[in-house]
């Protein structure tokens, strides 16, 4: 079957970096997306990766290791309102390419 | 905004009840996708249609379906309701068939079974 772990929450100082882990297993892998998604609010897409490495938009960059079946998110220069969940999700074969989410993780960012 | 709506925003409505949730999805877009999120939970994917047809199919329960019109509109159905049903239902749509990895989500709607 599939899962995935991911914290259930992070705490963090406004301007400084934090890191979202998620641990994934799927067979099949196809590729790990993150989302954000604010109180009350619907998920926003923030990032894909398919391939292993590093993918840079803006303050956030999103890493993945497809033999260790894990990928983090990264903040940096964290500002009051990127407090948010944030799931991670993976498409697989098993799930007929459908994604699949984690129980996301709350971040909590402190002044 | 993602382009994608979704009413009503909110809904309260008593056991064994019956209630249809209707979503629009971006323009250009064919896939929509449905799913629950309860309290502090992820996102369980319900259902996926693409182009009027059913692509994919989660955890969804029996007691609900869901259909996509010609104009690209889908409506989820839910019947007889229990307390459990009380959730955030999403919609959301991408332009292929499923195997893009973004998706657009509408506001949602806020179920409230009681």
């Known amino acids: 079957g599939q899962s995935l772990e991911q914290p259930s929450e992070v705490t963090a100082v406004e301007g400084a970096i934090v890191q979202i882990n998620c641990t994934y297993q799927t067979s099949g892998f196809y590729g790990l997306s993150w989302y954000q998604q604010h109180d009350g609010g619907a998920p926003t897409f923030l990032s894909y990766n398919a391939l292993d490495g590093l993918e840079e938009t803006g303050r956030f960059s999103s890493f993945l290791s497809r033999s260790d079946s894990y990928g983090y998110l990264l903040l940096q220069e964290l500002q009051m309102k990127d407090s948010a969940s944030y799931f991670c999700a993976v498409r697989g074969v098993d799930s007929n390419y459908q994604l699949i989410w984690g129980a996301g993780t709350k971040l909590i960012i402190k002044p | 905004d993602s382009g994608v709506t979704q009413t009503p925003k909110h809904l309260i409505t008593a056991t064994g009840q019956r209630v249809t949730l209707r979503c629009s999805p971006r323009?250009?877009?064919?896939?929509v996708y449905w799913y629950q999120q309860s309290l502090d939970q992820g996102l369980q994917f319900l259902i996926q249609y693409y182009n009027g047809e059913e692509r994919a199919k989660g955890n969804i329960l029996e007691r609900f379906s869901a259909q996509q019109f010609p104009d690209l509109h889908s409506e989820l159905n839910l019947s007889s309701l229990e307390l459990g049903d009380s959730a955030l239902y999403f919609c959301?749509?991408?332009?292929?068939?499923?195997?893009?990895?973004?998706?657009?989500f509408g506001p949602g709607t806020r179920l409230t079974v009681t």
């Open positions: 959301a749509s991408s332009e292929g068939t499923g195997d893009d990895y973004e998706q657009y």
């Open positions: 323009s250009g877009d064919l896939s």
